[in-house]
């Protein structure tokens, strides 16, 4: 299982992203997406899944919305009203297990990574 992230750039404050994750050798239908970021110095925190149900973390609600296309394997982050503190690697990660979850150790599979800077 492969996963490509992209969509990462500069961006100044108040602007938008829109980050796409495509998932190569297994399909998701049933399984749970998710998108973490990791800010330098800090550790790897939960951004946004997706599954039955879809689940945010505080600080992006009202402004981040993850979507998905289960035909093309691919999820979506389009993030709006973006602030320097997103500045972060983004993460996809993918987990073959029911239930949308905020935990990184539950996700099986990770991208690379898509570097998002947002100016101020």
């Known amino acids: 299982v492969q996963l490509q992230a992209s969509g990462g750039g500069l961006v100044q404050a108040g602007g938008s992203l829109r980050l796409f994750c495509a998932v190569s050798?297994?399909?998701?239908?049933?399984?749970?997406m998710g998108w973490f970021r990791q800010a330098p110095g800090k550790e790897r925190e939960f951004v946004a899944a997706?599954?039955?149900?879809?689940y945010y973390a505080d600080s992006v609600k009202g402004r981040f919305t993850i979507s998905r296309d289960s035909a093309k394997n691919t999820v979506f982050l389009q993030m709006n009203s973006l602030e320097p503190g997103d500045t972060a690697v983004y993460y996809c990660a993918v987990r073959f297990s029911p239930g949308v979850t905020g935990q990184a150790t539950r996700y099986d599979y990770w991208g690379q990574g898509t570097l998002v800077t947002v100016s101020s």
């Open positions: 050798g297994r399909t998701f239908r049933s399984g749970v």
């Open positions: 997706i599954g039955d149900s879809v």
